[in-house]
């Protein structure tokens, strides 16, 4: 089992940042990638941003991209989402999830956080 703690939400104005945490416990040796998603009020689940344990491969969603940055820190076991210039839209739940392969798609991950409000005002 893994388990997965987020960690870094709040309340931001539009155009600020928050740097979100995913610390990762238990057997993640057996995970191969981390991913962020957020889910807002009616709307269905989507991908943030996802990043490989191994080499730090990452991959963004187009509504991110230039804005937000993953990464992470395999001594602590941890994964960060940066989020820059955050807007309004931005608001969500934020979910870190681990799985054995980097995709897009949520249910390929089989470990997930309880995850972390943003809330970005305008």
């Known amino acids: 089992q893994v388990q997965l703690v987020e960690s870094g939400g709040g309340l931001v104005q539009a155009g600020g940042s928050l740097r979100l945490s995913c610390a990762a416990s238990?057997?993640?040796?057996?995970?191969?990638?981390v991913g962020w998603f957020r889910q807002a009020p009616g709307q269905e689940r989507e991908f943030v941003a996802a990043?490989?344990?191994?080499?730090?491969?990452?991959y963004y969603a187009d509504s991110v991209k230039g804005r937000f940055t993953i990464s992470r820190d395999n001594a602590k076991n941890t994964v960060y989402l940066q989020m820059n210039s955050l807007k309004p839209e931005d608001t969500a739940v934020y979910y870190c999830a681990a799985g054995s392969t980097m995709v897009t798609t949520p249910s390929w991950y089989a470990y997930w956080g309880q995850g972390t409000q943003v809330t970005v005002s305008s």
């Open positions: 990043i490989t344990w191994i080499g730090g491969n990452t």
């Open positions: 238990g057997r993640t040796f057996s995970t191969y990638a």
